[in-house]
C-alpha cells in the first residue's frame, strides 16, 4: 500500500502554497482563486495536452526516468515535449531545444520516448496495469499498482 511521505518540504510547501491562496483571495477575490483552479484542471485534465505530466515523468521502461515527446504538438507547446533534453540542459531556451536535439541525437535515438500525447493518456486511462504512483522519484524503488 503507498503512504504518502509526510516531509519538511511538504509542509513548508503545503503553508506557502495556503498562504498564497489566501493572498489571491484578500487581493483579488474568490474570482481570481477559482480562475487559477481551473487553469490547473485544464492542464492536466484529461485530454491530450494534459497527459503530457504522464509523458514527462511515469514510468515507461525502466530504470530510464524522464521521457521526450516528440509530436506536433510540441509546436504550441513551446518544446515542452522535449523533456530529456531540458533535463540535460536546463539553460537551453524552449525555441533552441529540437535544434539540440538534432545536434546530440546519438545521446537521444536510443532512449524511450512518446510520439502521441493521446496514446499516453488512453493506456493511462484503460491500462489496468498503470497509476498515478508509477513515477520515478530518485533513490526509491517504484511501487507496483494493487494486484500487479
Request: glycine share 6%.
Amino acid at each position: 500500500m503507498w503512504v504518502p511521505r509526510v516531509d519538511a518540504t511538504l509542509v513548508v510547501t503545503s503553508v506557502v502554497q495556503i498562504l498564497f491562496d489566501v493572498v489571491v483571495v484578500l487581493v483579488a477575490g474568490w474570482g481570481a482563486l477559482f480562475y487559477l483552479t481551473l487553469s490547473l484542471f485544464f492542464s492536466l485534465g484529461l485530454h491530450p495536452l494534459g497527459a503530457r505530466w504522464l509523458q514527462e515523468h511515469h514510468i515507461v521502461q525502466e530504470p530510464q526516468e524522464t521521457y521526450s515527446y516528440y509530436g506536433v504538438l510540441n509546436y504550441p507547446a513551446f518544446n515542452i515535449g522535449y523533456h530529456n533534453e531540458h533535463h540535460d540542459f536546463a539553460s537551453i531556451p524552449w525555441n533552441r531545444l529540437p535544434r539540440l536535439r538534432a545536434l546530440a541525437a546519438e545521446f537521444y535515438d536510443d532512449r524511450a520516448k512518446h510520439s502521441s500525447w493521446t496514446k499516453i493518456l488512453l493506456r493511462f486511462l484503460f491500462d489496468k496495469n498503470d497509476c498515478l504512483y508509477r513515477r520515478m522519484i530518485r533513490g526509491t524503488v517504484p511501487s507496483k499498482p494493487a494486484g500487479a
